[in-house]
């Protein structure tokens, strides 16, 4: 695989946290690459002068729109608090719409969603962003189909992220695409950030009294799962506590997750797992046992296809000199 140009498009007022956590992100990958591999991160904005940004922080473009030609394997446009309800400069809107089109990859930080949409590039395209503005963008942009609940999205060449630093996990997303998980978990490992977890949701707090959310059936089976995560389950088990058939259960949960019941269990005790990995010295027996893997050979079994990593191997990662 080639060098990797990733652009990352700012302007007036963007978060400066959708912006340098990808950035970071693609960076730290760097150190675990060739350098015919690594990336090249590129801001891009209407002119060469300083952006600032909604946190004060001033920005320096490294191209502007006129002298950014050249295609960007992936192009990333940031958010800002003033997108949902004030739309780009026409120049934005303009060099973003035909820069997408020789893009290997674009998309965007979380509000960064809203210029996307303005660009006519949302059009018929599963997307996320920020919780507190998906219902906006639903509105302005009626052809997109807006998952209100997703951390990161990839529709074919689009990939949307929520709120600020979900743009981290975005950019884990791709790193572990492109070179592997043990790549993606060492660059986590490193910015000290949880690694990927494929079934993460957005969980907006009420609004206020008597405004709490009424889970989905998928919402309680996986709630259910992790609070028994030691227990044995079963599609059929799990059916049952969603009240619907095993069949409407696997077609829900893989619309809601984009995983399988059986693939959520696999991934929800793998994290479990992680968290005693990351916090104890327990024996990997013993980590199995609590987690439901049921003997430290599947869990290894399991660690090495999702993560690419033994569980041992993943201990001493987070926990350098920690006994495996």
Same mark, same amino acid.
């Given at each position: 695989?080639?060098?990797?140009?990733?652009?990352?498009?700012?302007?007036?007022?963007?978060?400066?946290?959708?912006?340098?956590?990808?950035?970071?992100?693609?960076?730290?990958?760097?150190?675990?690459?060739? +350098?015919?591999?690594?990336?090249?991160?590129? @801001?891009?904005?209407? !002119? &060469?002068?300083? $952006?600032? #940004?909604?946190?004060?922080? /001033?920005?320096?473009?490294?191209?502007?729109?006129?002298?950014?030609?050249?295609?960007?394997?992936?192009?990333?446009?940031?958010?800002?608090?003033?997108?949902?309800?004030?739309?780009?400069?026409?120049?934005?809107?303009?060099?973003?719409?035909?820069?997408?089109?020789?893009?290997?990859?674009?998309?965007?930080?979380?509000?960064?969603?809203?210029?996307?949409?303005?660009?006519?590039?949302?059009?018929?395209?599963?997307?996320?962003?920020?919780?507190?503005?998906?219902?906006?963008?639903?509105?302005?942009?009626?052809?997109?189909?807006?998952?209100?609940?997703?951390?990161?999205?990839?529709?074919?060449?689009?990939?949307?992220?929520?709120?600020?630093?979900?743009?981290?996990?975005?950019?884990?997303?791709?790193?572990? +695409?492109?070179?592997?998980?043990?790549?993606? @978990?060492?660059?986590? !490992? &490193?910015?000290? $950030?949880? #690694?990927?977890?494929?079934? /993460?949701?957005?969980?907006?707090?009420?609004?206020?009294?008597?405004?709490?959310?009424?889970?989905?059936?998928?919402?309680?089976?996986?709630?259910?799962?992790?609070?028994?995560?030691?227990?044995?389950?079963?599609?059929?088990?799990?059916?049952?506590?969603?009240?619907?058939?095993?069949?409407?259960?696997?077609?829900?949960?893989?619309?809601?997750?984009?995983?399988?019941?059986?693939?959520?269990?696999?991934?929800?005790?793998?994290?479990?797992?992680?968290?005693?990995?990351?916090?104890?010295?327990?024996?990997?027996?013993?980590?199995?046992?609590?987690?439901?893997?049921?003997?430290?050979?599947?869990?290894?079994?399991?660690?090495?296809?999702?993560?690419?990593?033994?569980?041992?191997?993943?201990?001493?990662?987070?926990?350098?000199?920690?006994?495996?």
């Amino acid at each position: 695989m080639a060098a990797q140009r990733v652009g990352m498009v700012i302007h007036e007022g963007v978060q400066a946290l959708d912006v340098a956590g990808p950035i970071d992100a693609f960076h730290e990958a760097n150190s675990f690459l060739d +350098e015919d591999r690594r990336y090249e991160t590129i @801001l891009v904005a209407c !002119t &060469r002068d300083p $952006v600032r #940004a909604s946190n004060q922080m /001033r920005l320096i473009p490294d191209l502007s729109f006129a002298e950014a030609t050249r295609s960007f394997d992936i192009l990333l446009v940031a958010g800002s608090p003033t997108l949902p309800d004030a739309p780009p400069g026409h120049g934005l809107t303009e060099w973003l719409a035909a820069a997408a089109m020789n893009a290997g990859l674009y998309g965007s930080i979380c509000t960064g969603a809203f210029a996307l949409g303005h660009a006519g590039l949302l059009k018929q395209c599963r997307v996320t962003t920020h919780w507190q503005c998906s219902e906006k963008l639903a509105a302005q942009f009626p052809d997109a189909r807006v998952d209100r609940k997703a951390v990161y999205v990839r529709d074919g060449s689009v990939v949307t992220s929520a709120g600020v630093t979900a743009g981290i996990d975005l950019a884990l997303a791709l790193i572990e +695409e492109y070179h592997g998980a043990r790549v993606a @978990l060492a660059v986590a !490992t &490193r910015l000290l $950030v949880v #690694a990927q977890r494929h079934d /993460r949701i957005q969980v907006p707090r009420a609004a206020g009294p008597g405004t709490a959310d009424v889970a989905s059936p998928v919402e309680r089976v996986k709630t259910f799962v992790r609070a028994h995560i030691a227990n044995r389950h079963s599609l059929d088990s799990l059916a049952g506590k969603a009240g619907m058939s095993s069949r409407n259960l696997t077609r829900h949960f893989v619309q809601e997750t984009g995983l399988t019941p059986y693939e959520f269990v696999q991934q929800a005790r793998t994290d479990a797992a992680r968290t005693l990995l990351e916090t104890t010295d327990r024996p990997l027996k013993w980590v199995a046992h609590c987690c439901g893997f049921g003997s430290a050979d599947r869990m290894r079994i399991v660690f090495s296809e999702r993560l690419g990593v033994t569980p041992a191997q993943y201990r001493i990662n987070i926990r350098p000199g920690a006994a495996p």
